[in-house]
């Protein structure tokens, strides 16, 4: 399945059009987005039987609480606010049901093994569950080919992408050697399915990514924070993900 066009012509808002007042990956942040017109990534972690709209792993930096989003059940994950707008942590459905279909949806599920291997759990199924049937355009991506690939697999009328980087190992703590080889290669392209990849601003000149952009692969570019940094990007990036100011593009 391929990427619709429609991610490559909006800026993609990072975790939603957020700021003061309007926290990260919150139900605010999707609204100013859809508001302004553009694009939406999102993070995906599990909260009990729930697939939530959270970054981190802990609770603590958006929060303000102790312990892990996966530890939540129902009734706790009712309870909890973010710091900075008293929004609640969205379940994707939520999400997807203000977005609505307004404006495209780019799914980053977080990886659950934390070495970037196949202990992924069941979130990608989640996740397959609740966009299925959604009428608006959605793509899945993730730094874990496990994950792209098991949920290509499962729903393969959903566009997929690999979530890439430089992998330096300074980033990547207790992670192989090898492995981290093989990601910043790119190495589990074909493999998993993907289609697109998100690539890290730092490491656009990675040959890689110019061998993938030449055989007709779309690039997205992360995390873009200034006019700069946006035009530097588009010299081999398509679109971008963004955060701190407004593009024009």
Not at 129 to 134: C, I, K, T
Not at 157 to 182: H, N, Q, S, Y
């Amino acid at each position: 399945m391929a990427l619709p066009a429609a991610f490559l012509t909006r800026p993609i808002a990072h975790r939603g059009l957020h700021g003061p007042g309007i926290p990260e990956n919150s139900l605010a942040a999707a609204q100013a987005a859809v508001d302004a017109g553009y694009a939406i990534e999102l993070d995906i972690q599990p909260a009990g039987a729930e697939a939530v709209v959270f970054h981190d792993y802990d609770l603590r930096r958006l929060t303000g609480r102790d312990g892990f989003i996966a530890a939540l059940d129902s009734a706790s994950l009712a309870g909890l606010r973010l710091l900075g707008g008293d929004q609640p942590v969205p379940t994707l459905r939520q999400f997807l049901d203000l977005v609505a279909g307004r404006v495209p949806l780019l799914i980053e599920i977080k990886d659950q093994d934390m070495r970037l291997g196949p202990q992924i759990g069941d979130l990608h199924r989640r996740v397959a569950q609740e966009v299925q049937g959604y009428d608006g355009p959605v793509a899945v991506m993730s730094f874990n080919p496990h994950v792209v690939e098991a949920f290509h697999r499962i729903s393969p009328d959903i566009p997929v992408g690999l979530t890439t980087c430089g992998f330096d190992p300074d980033d990547w703590p207790g992670i192989a050697p090898d492995t981290l080889r093989r990601m910043a290669d790119i190495d589990d392209f074909d493999r998993s399915g993907a289609c697109f990849i998100s690539h890290d601003k730092a490491d656009l000149a990675n040959p890689r990514v110019d061998a993938l952009k030449a055989q007709g692969v779309p690039v997205l570019s992360w995390t873009i924070r200034s006019a700069e940094e946006e035009a530097l990007a588009r010299q081999v990036a398509q679109n971008i993900t963004f955060e701190g100011y407004r593009p024009t593009g």
